[in-house]
Structure formats: structure tokens, C-alpha cells
């Protein structure tokens, strides 16, 4: 009896373990593999080519295509073999293809990166293709962006598309590019087209007028519609008196003056007497403005940078598809997202995403997030929108699942959830990264203690690895501070934590600002000139502008309904132009913010709807 007992006791005791050999198995299984691959033995397939035939391993080629992956699964499921696949590729691209797929590597150049990108969106390869579009990006240049755009649109990169837009948007004021070869090869159409933009930045109409000229006098032979052309490209201002360079020009033009004696200008003189007078009056530029939502589920753009009669001008965007209050916002491809926030009716918090187009003016639902959530941190980078935190009750630590939101693709998809979630954790994203900052891991002080609980830790999460890893330590312990990224360093502002003295029980102090430069290997350096001001003490929001940081808040948290607003100046703080708006009445109570950059002519179509 005592032996069965023992034994007894033997078998209830855990005896299974889990063991590995670590992280680079799998990479040394593949290295070997790729070592293999040409072994004729080892091949149960074969692809034919423009230029020949690659003998293939049908298990490894599905699991790195998905287009091999449902072709194979097509043959597995009965229907007619085929023997040997054919593609409109040449045997040297798809070698590189089979390299990307043993190694996880590419060598891109410029003689391949068009066969690459094209093979890549044939074989439905999304991540050797997000590799070719950010070697374009990264070489994208005023000789090649019109290139890079027509090549982008062919081949379905609605990132690429945004990024190379934004590019010759941006340059065009400078009259670089329509002195390119890529500019006078236009077709007709895309030159009407491109003129057309309403983001294009010019320092005058002019810029237009001697583009179109440029391109008639290079297409002398071709048969334009130049009625149309300068039908469709130049605009008059609203304010006759805006662009004297512009009338001045045209003046010029129509009396056959030089720079306007070529037979380009000649054209575009006996266009404009046909037509008379330009009638478009749609302003051109992007224009920065805030965007926020306040506590009746309303959102407004407040135009706090421009100066003058514009300064702290507001225009409210049309009713949400569904309202929300308390959800996070972004922008990411020339969007405006809201995701998740709490019902108005029954204050339960919600998944729903919402993006909002400038160009139709209107709202569209998309996939939910995995998740409801009240106020969940949300940043953007490289297309993608990362979410982590909030609330789905008022009383908890935050969520802890970490999130990717595709925002061309309309998919989402699970990362390795915050290895130590926490309340009031500030979040930001540089360079494939992802920094959890700071915050407490206890809403209230555990029994006995004077004092809750607040960390200096810093956690950072590589995408592309898909790891959670200890960053360098804050300087100072905060909760309920604000992080951004300008120029790939991170910023932290603000927040509080409790000062640590008997007599001074419940205090809070609140904390300054802290910088972490991608140049430096020094960790995180005060920054006593940007400490923010006592206005905005209670600190909502920080934001990052090119030219500088946005930091919004309260100087208490009884003043809800009064947001403090600053921007840097160099040597500390200022207020922007048009720091008194809607922000400041105290009509309103706003929750979340974000900067949204969209068309100039978006803002006046919203003026002349609410005229």
C-alpha cells in the first residue's frame, strides 16, 4: 500500500517542461535550407519563366507566397495540376524572390527595383513589397517623383502614391520640377491633372501659368486642348488683390511681352481669350490645423497657426457616422481616424473606427478594433496605426493588447500584448519603434502607504522584430504625461508624481520635460527651457509640428472647459497665433486632439457649407 502511494503521488507531480534551443532555430533551419534548395533531390517542382525554368521546393515557396500558397492549395483540392506555373518574370527576378523568401533579404537597385516591386504585388508578397516602396521613398528626388507616382499608381501602393504627392506638392513652388525631362514627357492628361491638385504649393498662380507654358513649348507638336488646360489649371484668388504677381503676369501675357513671346504663351493667350476669364477661385496649399473632439461627440478643426483674421478660426466637420465621445485620434495617408470612445447614450465604450476624407467631406466606417475602448492610445507610422490602453472600465489598469491597424488594407492584426501595462503610460512611435513610457502600475496607494506607485520605466517595442524590450530609464518618475516624436527623437512632457514628504500627503508635483535623441547615446536628457507652462500643468496632449512641438492642457483638473495651448519657440514656450479660439471660450470641453495637414481648399469648401 505505501508503495502504490508513493507512486501514486510520482504520477500526480508535473513532469512536462517545454524546452527549446531559442530564438535563431528557425534561422539556422532556413539558412540551411537556402543552402540546399539547389539539390535536385530536394525539389518536387518547378516554375517556367520568360527566360527559363527554376526547379522549386513547393513547401517552402508556398509558405513565403501567398500566390504559390493558392495555387498549391488549388491542385491539393482537386482541381487540374499544373505541372509547371508559368509567370512574366525573368529567371534573375525571381531568384532575388526565392532569396527574399530563404533569407528574409533583398539587394535592391535601381536596375531591379521595378522588376522586384512588380513581381512582389504579382505574387501578392506585401512585405517584400513594403520593402521596395520605402527604397523608393527613401530615393525619391525632384528628377524621379512624377515617375515614382505614374509607378506607384500602377502597381497599387497607396502609400507610395500619398508620399510621392506629398513630395511634388511640396516641391513644386520651387520650379524644380517642371524643369525635368519627367515633366515635359507628361501626357496631356496627367499634366491636367497635376495642375489641378488643390495641395500644390506655389508662392503664386504664376507658378502654374509658367508650368503650363513650359509644357506647351516642350509639346509643341501635340494637338492640347489649351482651352481646357487653362480652364481646368489656373485660378483666380478669391481676393482679386491676393496675387498682384499672378495679374500682373497675365497682363503681360495678353500683350505678348517677354517672358511671355514663345509659342507656349501664344497658345495659352489665344486659350484665354476664347475663355475670357478664369473662373476657379478654390485657394491652393495645405494648411495644419488642430483637430479635436469634444465631449457632445462633435469634432472641429481650429486653425491655430495662421496669423491675422484667420487666426484661431474653427470649422466643424460633419456628424460621425456613429458619435462618439472620449476616443483617440490620428492621421496617417491624408486621413482623419477616430477610434473607439464611449456612446453617448449609455456611456459603454465602443470598437468602431471612423476615417474622415477632406477630399469628400465625409465620414466612412471601417473594421472595428479587436477591442472596445475608451480613450486608447493610438499612433501612426508608416501606414500603420498602433493601439494600446484605454479603458473598458473607468475603474481598471489599461489595456494591455497591442494592436496594428493597416490603414490601406483595412485589416488588423495582434502583437505581443505591453509585457507591464499600467494607468497613465504615454506612448509614442520613431523608426520602427514603439515607446511605452512611464505611468503607474496601481490606480490608488496600497493599504498603509502614503504614496502610489510611479515609474521611470521605458519599454520599446521593435516592429519589424515584433519584441518588447527595457529601454533607458526616464530621469524623472511621471504618470500621466505626453510623448511625441519630431525628427525621429522622443519627447516627453509633463505629468505628474507625488512628492515624497510626511507633511506633504497627497501633493503632486508635476514633472518637466525630457528629451531622447536618436543621435545620442546618452538616454534621456532634461530639458529645463521646455518645462511646460503652469497653464497647462494638467497636460492633455503633445503633438509635433515640423517647425516645432504642441504641447495643450489645463492648469488644474477642475478647468476642463478651458485648454491652455503652446507651441516651442527656441528658447521655451509661446503661444501660437491663434491661441484664442474655441479652445479658450470655455463653451466647450475637448478630450482628445491631433494635427491633421489637409488641402487649404478643404477648409474654405467647409466655410462655405456652414455660410
Given amino acids: 500500500m505505501a508503495s502504490n502511494s508513493r507512486g501514486s503521488a510520482s504520477m500526480n507531480t508535473p513532469d512536462r517542461q517545454e524546452m527549446t534551443s531559442g530564438v535563431l532555430h528557425a534561422s539556422r533551419i532556413l539558412k540551411e535550407l537556402s543552402s540546399l534548395r539547389h539539390l535536385e533531390a530536394l525539389c518536387d517542382g518547378s516554375v517556367r519563366l520568360l527566360d527559363g525554368t527554376v526547379r522549386v521546393s513547393k513547401a517552402l515557396l508556398a509558405s513565403g507566397c501567398p500566390y504559390f500558397r493558392a495555387l498549391y ?17 525573368s529567371r534573375a527576378t525571381f531568384e532575388l524572390i526565392l532569396d527574399y523568401t530563404y533569407t528574409g533579404t533583398v539587394l535592391l537597385h535601381s536596375d ?4 522586384v516591386l512588380r513581381a512582389s504585388d504579382l505574387l501578392l508578397m506585401t512585405d517584400l513589397k513594403e520593402l521596395c516602396i520605402q527604397y523608393l521613398m527613401e530615393r ?39 524643369r525635368t525631362e519627367e515633366f515635359r514627357g507628361l501626357s496631356e492628361d496627367r499634366l491636367s491633372e497635376i495642375l489641378s491638385w488643390d495641395g500644390l504649393e506655389v508662392r503664386s498662380e504664376l507658378d502654374i501659368l509658367t508650368a503650363l507654358v513650359v509644357w506647351l513649348n516642350a509639346n509643341s507638336d501635340a494637338t492640347a486642348d489649351v482651352e481646357s488646360l487653362v480652364t481646368c489649371c489656373l485660378r483666380e484668388s478669391s481676393d482679386l488683390n491676393y496675387d498682384p504677381k499672378f495679374q500682373r503676369a497675365l497682363q503681360e501675357l495678353r500683350a505678348g511681352q517677354a517672358p511671355w513671346d514663345s509659342p507656349g504663351a501664344a497658345r495659352v493667350r489665344d486659350a484665354l481669350t476664347r475663355t475670357r476669364r478664369i473662373r476657379c477661385i478654390r485657394e491652393r496649399g495645405k494648411k495644419t ?22 487666426a484661431g478660426s474653427h470649422f466643424l466637420l460633419p456628424p460621425m457616422c456613429v458619435p462618439r465621445i472620449k476616443p483617440a485620434m490620428a492621421v496617417e495617408g491624408g486621413y482623419l481616424f477616430v477610434l473607439g470612445g464611449l456612446s453617448p447614450e449609455d456611456h459603454q465604450p465602443k470598437r468602431d473606427v471612423q476615417r474622415y476624407d477632406p477630399a469628400s467631406n465625409s465620414w466612412t466606417l471601417l473594421a472595428p478594433m479587436p477591442y ?3 480613450m486608447p492610445k493610438v499612433v501612426s507610422l508608416a501606414g500603420k496605426l498602433y493601439v494600446t490602453g484605454g479603458y473598458d472600465d473607468e475603474v481598471e489598469l489599461e489595456i494591455g493588447q497591442l494592436e496594428e491597424f493597416d490603414v490601406y488594407r483595412n485589416q488588423w492584426r495582434s502583437l505581443p500584448p505591453v509585457p507591464n501595462r499600467r494607468r497613465g503610460a504615454a506612448l509614442a512611435a520613431s523608426e520602427d519603434k514603439l515607446y511605452y513610457i512611464g505611468g503607474s502600475p496601481w490606480q490608488e496607494p496600497q493599504v498603509g502607504s502614503l504614496f502610489f506607485r510611479v515609474l521611470d520605466a521605458v519599454e520599446i517595442f521593435f516592429i519589424r522584430e515584433e519584441v518588447w524590450v527595457a529601454g533607458p530609464q526616464l530621469q524623472e518618475r511621471r504618470c500621466n504625461s505626453a510623448a511625441v516624436s519630431q525628427d525621429g527623437n522622443i519627447f ?8 515624497e514628504c510626511p507633511s506633504a500627503q497627497g501633493q503632486l508635483k508635476v514633472t518637466g520635460t525630457e528629451g531622447l535623441y536618436r543621435d545620442s547615446n546618452m538616454g534621456w536628457t532634461k530639458l529645463g527651457h521646455y518645462h511646460v507652462p503652469s497653464e497647462a500643468a494638467v497636460c492633455l496632449a503633445a503633438l509635433a509640428h515640423p ?12 478647468e476642463v472647459a478651458c485648454t491652455s495651448c503652446f507651441i516651442t519657440n527656441g528658447s521655451g514656450w509661446c503661444p501660437p497665433p491663434g491661441a484664442d479660439s474655441i479652445l479658450t471660450a470655455g463653451t466647450h470641453v475637448f ?19 456652414t455660410d
Wanted: overall charge negative; charged content about 20%.
Fill in 547 to 558: 517647425n516645432y512641438l504642441v504641447v495643450l492642457g489645463n492648469s488644474r483638473p477642475s
Fill in 289 to 310: 490645423v488642430l483637430a479635436c473632439c469634444d465631449a457632445q461627440a462633435h469634432v472641429y478643426l481650429v486653425d491655430i497657426f495662421s496669423q491675422g483674421k484667420h
Fill in 73 to 89: 492549395q488549388f491542385e491539393e483540392g482537386g482541381c487540374q495540376k499544373t505541372e509547371e506555373p508559368c509567370l512574366d518574370l
Fill in 492 to 499: 516627453v512632457l509633463g505629468g505628474v508624481r507625488p512628492i
Fill in 372 to 374: 472596445p475602448a475608451c
Fill in 591 to 609: 478630450h482628445t486632439y491631433v494635427l491633421h495637414t489637409l488641402p487649404s481648399a478643404a477648409l474654405q469648401d467647409l466655410t462655405s457649407n
Fill in 140 to 178: 525619391t528626388d525632384v528628377d524621379n517623383c512624377l515617375g515614382i507616382l505614374q509607378f506607384a499608381q500602377q502597381f497599387s501602393c497607396p502609400r507610395l502614391v500619398h508620399f510621392a504627392k506629398d513630395f511634388i506638392c511640396e516641391h513644386f513652388k520651387h520650379r524644380q520640377i517642371v
Fill in 112 to 115: 531591379n527595383i521595378e522588376d
